[in-house]
């Protein structure tokens, strides 16, 4: 297997270039960016929208104890649910953090499913203006269904690709569609041509065939609940996880808080949960597909962690 000299140009040994594992949620990065990062010499960055946020730990799948012993991770544990993080925060801390993993000769593997992140970090945070609070809390108070008509006479690209089903990205359309009198697809147009220039970045997306993914988010959710998702719920309402509408997009910890108010019961929760999962699942890889320009690689099911650094490896050498 080839080693960390290997992988980098005698140029960049004391400044190694990020690696970039990118994929849906349940497809196994985690393990996948452990097995690199052991592998290179590396530090893991986490691209992840909820790891940021204390206390959210089985909910968000966050790395263990013992994983993060195994090797160092960044960008976990950041902040407080009464705080607000944004993708200007991530590029800001992500760039803190690779500059430090290179000073020590390490390279940085960044792991996550928080596309977001990983193009504001690869292409920039284009031209979108900053939140405005007044018009921020306007919006929040309107019905939803008048933002999306909103949106979709404005700027129906927009309409046509955005996360219906996610209140806080129709709002933060509209909100810079009202500030700065231009289109919201246009001004993310010029991210995914940026991106389309970062083929020199070792950028990898991870996928699996359906049937695959189903069972393992199937797996995962069941084990959520077993770990205690309703009891860590329940301790996250008391510090905050309702006001923090971010958090609160995190598939999961919504269900089960309506579950806890009496919408539906325990059995229909977990159903509901793996439902969702797997419709958050298709969306990353459809968006990965239309802004990343990654390198795909497709796992099976009895491939194991070290198989596919091996692939990696491999690509990275070429």
Known sequence: MATPQDIHSPSSILHPRPVFIAGPTAIGKSEIALALAEHLG??????DSMQVYRRLDIGTAKPSPAERARVPHHLIDICDLTEAFDAAQFVRLAQKAVAEIQARGRVPVFCGGTGLYFNAFLSGLGEAPSANPELRAELEALPFETLLRELRERDPEAYDKID????RRVIRAVEVIRLTGKKFSEQRANWKAEGRRQKAEAIFALTRRADDLHSRINIRVDEMFRRGLVEETRE????????NETAMQAIGY???VEHLHGERSLA????????RTRQFAKRQLTWFRRQLAPEWIELKPDESPEDVVRKISESIIQ
């Open 268 to 275: 229909e929760t977990i159903e509901q949960v793996k439902i």
């Open 254 to 256: 919504r269900q089960v």
């Open 236 to 243: 996250l309402l008391k510090h905050g996880l309702a006001e």
């Open 42 to 47: 590396g530090e893991i960055i986490s691209a």
């Open 164 to 167: 219906k089903q996610n209140p």
